[in-house]
């Protein structure tokens, strides 16, 4: 699941830096990102539904999903592969933003946008703002009539489909925060259309994460046509947004369909259902994030214990890294799989059933729950845990004090920070009840 492959002396090698090297240079726990790899991705992703697309005889715009992993370097990779950016806070704009983005070709998400991020949205002219419940409407319309704008803006509807995956993750289905309801989205948008203040450009649903078919999608887009020809009926309707979700292989278990393909499937059922309602192919729009930036990713760890545990039938190897659920938390969060590798060599030891962990206070502080790593992994190994670039670094937290690690770049040979690793000093500066902070004591 990744593009990592090794070097003769059995090293992991990364976008043609070897692991050993890399961990020399920056330390561990390391985040390592395959610039080539993510940039393919993105590539790939905008020329399979652009091909989709055109078959349906229409276009297609692709957003990246900054939630996924959002920098700097990584809005200018995307942005270079041809592709519009989605954030969902005041934070993943303002970065958007600073990182020379085009505010036309950004999306702005959010079930509870402050006021003053919708304030900035609409002053910073983003191309589209997402609104998530009826409240907003009136917020988003005085915000643009005050700024002495039209803002265009896509509804965002529960289809009822509840995408099978982890149900923290499912966002289709009625009992849930996101979204309004399908049975409103006719009135709800005839409301939007009524704000001079304000451009309707479509409806828009996110069914979940971590899918790995065009069913799903397939079924929302049905469902969500019936509403959006009603409202096509009355003016056009520019756009269709299906959102983000395409799933990626975190182990050699997950096998989601070539995106080649999932791409015609929701292109298809998208065509078929309009002319089947009468209404011409409206422009399409998607959000990935997890399958453009997650496979680039790569987290080296050290080991630093070995702790045969006895179980039923057998030992277990409690393989303790020197970083855990504050650099991944979506083992403990939701039960995620990965894959383990030892990065600095290979060996001829027979595998043993291990389990990953971190260094955190608590036993659910684990990173993989089930690999076979060879019997003889031992202190000073370095780990790879392949398939980390999507949702690791953006909800890595200081849990315990523990630093962020830094996230490095790798292309042709060459790596680089893109974003700091946090310090201890860093942690101490913002208690306010420390010296080290300035604020206080030192008298
Ligand atoms: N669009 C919207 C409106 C979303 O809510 C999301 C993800 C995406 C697009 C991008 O989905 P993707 O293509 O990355 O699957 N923290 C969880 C995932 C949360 C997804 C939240 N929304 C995880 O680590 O699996």
Not at 55 to 73: H, P, R
Not at 114 to 122: G, K, P, Q, T, Y
Not at 233 to 242: D, K, T
Request: net charge negative.
């Amino acid at each position: 699941p990744s593009s990592a492959v090794r070097d003769d002396a059995g090293r992991i090698v990364i976008a043609g830096r070897d692991a050993e090297s890399l961990a020399a240079e920056f330390g561990t726990p390391l985040y390592v990102v395959d610039e080539t790899d993510a940039r393919a991705r993105a590539a790939r992703i905008r020329t399979a539904f652009e091909a989709a697309a055109a078959s349906a005889g229409t276009t297609v715009t692709i957003y990246y999903a900054g939630k996924a992993f959002l920098s700097g370097a990584i809005v200018r990779w995307v942005t270079d592969e041809g592709l519009a950016v989605d954030v969902c806070t005041g934070g993943e704009l303002a970065v958007a933003l600073a990182a020379g983005a085009d505010p036309a070709r950004l999306g702005f998400h959010g079930n509870n946008k402050s006021l003053v991020e919708i304030d900035r949205a609409v002053v910073a002219g983003v191309g589209a703002i997402i609104i998530d419940s009826e409240i907003e409407i009136e917020r988003v319309a005085d915000a643009a009539a005050r700024a002495g704008r039209v803002q265009p803006v896509r509804l965002r509807v529960n289809s009822g489909v509840h995408a099978s995956t982890h149900e923290f993750l499912a966002t289709a289905h009625e009992d849930q925060k996101f979204g309004v309801s399908l049975e409103r989205a006719v009135e709800l948008g005839t409301r939007i259309r009524s704000h001079p203040s304000l451009d309707f450009l479509g409806l828009h649903c996110h069914i979940g994460s971590q899918i790995f078919d065009s069913a799903g999608f397939a079924e929302s887009a049905e469902r969500l046509l019936a509403a959006h020809a009603e409202l096509a009926r009355i003016a056009p309707v520019p756009e269709l947004n299906l959102g983000g979700g395409f799933g990626i292989a975190y182990t050699s278990a997950d096998e989601p369909a070539p995106i080649e393909e999932i791409a015609l499937g929701i292109a298809n059922a998208v065509a078929d259902g309009c002319r089947a309602a009468g209404v011409p192919v409206p422009k399409l729009a998607f959000e990935p994030g997890r399958s453009i930036i997650g496979p680039a990713g790569i987290t080296l760890y050290s080991v630093g214990t070995v702790k045969p545990v006895p179980i039923d039938g057998g030992t277990r190897h409690y393989v303790s890294v020197d970083g855990g659920m504050s650099d991944n938390a979506r083992t403990a969060l939701y039960g995620a799989d990965y894959s383990a590798r030892i990065a600095s060599r290979t060996s001829a030891a027979e595998p043993a059933l291990a389990r990953v962990a971190g260094k955190h206070c608590e036993s659910g502080d684990i990173i993989v729950d089930a690999e076979y790593l060879p019997a003889d992994v031992a202190p000073g190994d370095l780990l790879a845990v392949a398939a980390t670039g999507a949702y690791c670094w953006s909800l890595a937290s200081n849990y315990n004090h523990v630093p962020r690690p830094p996230v490095i770049a790798v292309r042709d040979g060459v790596a680089r920070v893109i974003v700091r690793g946090e310090t201890e000093a860093d942690l101490l500066a913002r208690d306010a009840g420390l010296a080290a902070s300035g604020h206080e004591g030192q008298a």
